[in-house]
């Protein structure tokens, strides 16, 4: 009943910055928090960011503190992630998600997600 859809993603040189986009449709009163995560080849699923949509209170892991920012515009039903000072270890697929509760922390279980958008970061 929620819908994520990502956009932004693309080849970026090492050092650059990009700017991912979601946009929520569907049951969007339901969603209480949202997050980004980021899949590698042959790596795990890692949480990035998330945010308490209400407060705006985020988390962020350590690997894109400094050099990530979540952020969101409830107005326009839209999550973003900020990227900058890329590197090649960032390339990744990455994706959206949204929560029905919880505030975004490691803790939180994630119901709705994005179809992805492939960010490659060259050298």
């Known amino acids: 009943q929620v819908q994520l859809v990502e956009s932004g993603g693309g080849l970026v040189q090492a050092g650059g910055s990009l700017r991912l986009s979601c946009a929520a449709s569907g049951s969007i009163f339901s969603i209480n928090a949202m997050g980004w995560f980021r899949q590698a080849p042959g790596k795990e699923r890692e949480l990035l960011a998330g945010?308490?949509?209400?407060?705006?209170?985020?988390y962020y892991a350590d690997s894109v503190k400094g050099r990530f920012t979540i952020s969101r515009d409830n107005a326009k039903n839209t999550l973003y992630l900020q990227m900058n000072s890329l590197k090649p270890e960032d390339t990744a697929v990455y994706y959206c998600?949204?929560?029905?509760?919880?505030?975004?922390?490691?803790?939180?279980?994630?119901?709705?997600w994005g179809q992805g958008t492939q960010v490659t970061v060259s050298s």
């Open positions: 945010i308490r949509l209400s407060a705006g209170t985020t």
């Open positions: 998600a949204a929560a029905k509760s919880g505030w975004g922390s490691p803790k939180t279980a994630y119901d709705y």
